[in-house]
């Protein structure tokens, strides 16, 4: 038997006219071979381009309203922090007005205890005197109560009472 021969044969497509115009003899064509990576690069840098610009033109739309937007959210800001600022002086206010209040107070407490020491001043006086008037009348109070130490004269002479309210005085304790 036979062996048969291998033989390699390439397919010849069959010849056509060529697609582009075929330029004259005398000029000089030149033919340049675009790759499909080359084709895919170009269609990719085209529609990066063409997305840029519908960005930027849609930015330049839009840019208006986002300020419009930022601008009133700083203005909310700046007017939230204003009434923030007016309700902390107002409560420093009240602070300071209860606390004048309450020094007032203190005050008016003062002169009370002060107006109470006096009276108290004014009746030692009294009782001493009294107590000093006895004594030297020859009456004694033997009683083994301790009576009131005696106080400096020059404190109280301002308020020492007149001779005639110690006189009204004994004679109301005598009746």
Not at 100 to 105: G, L, N, Q, S, Y
Request: charged share 25%; net charge positive; aromatic share 4%.
């Amino acid at each position: 038997m036979r062996q048969r021969q291998e033989t390699t044969r390439y397919y010849q497509a069959p010849r056509t006219a060529p697609r582009h115009p075929v330029p004259d003899q005398g000029t000089r064509a030149t033919t340049y071979a675009l790759r499909p990576v080359h084709l895919v690069c170009g269609a990719l840098a085209c529609a990066t381009a063409t997305l840029a610009i519908a960005g930027s033109i849609g930015y330049y739309v839009l840019r208006g309203d986002m300020m419009a937007e930022a601008r009133a959210e700083r203005t909310e800001l700046v007017l939230q922090y204003r009434n923030h600022i007016d309700r902390l002086r107002a409560e420093i206010e009240n602070l300071t007005s209860r606390q004048m209040v309450d020094r007032e107070t203190v005050e008016i407490q003062v002169m009370d205890v002060l107006r109470r020491q006096q009276d108290l001043n004014q009746r030692h006086a009294i009782v001493a005197d009294l107590v000093a008037r006895a004594e030297s009348n020859g009456i004694y109070l033997g009683d083994g109560k301790p009576l009131p130490p005696q106080n400096h004269p020059s404190t109280h002479a301002a308020s020492r009472p007149s001779r005639k309210r110690i006189s009204s005085l004994s004679a109301a304790k005598a009746s």
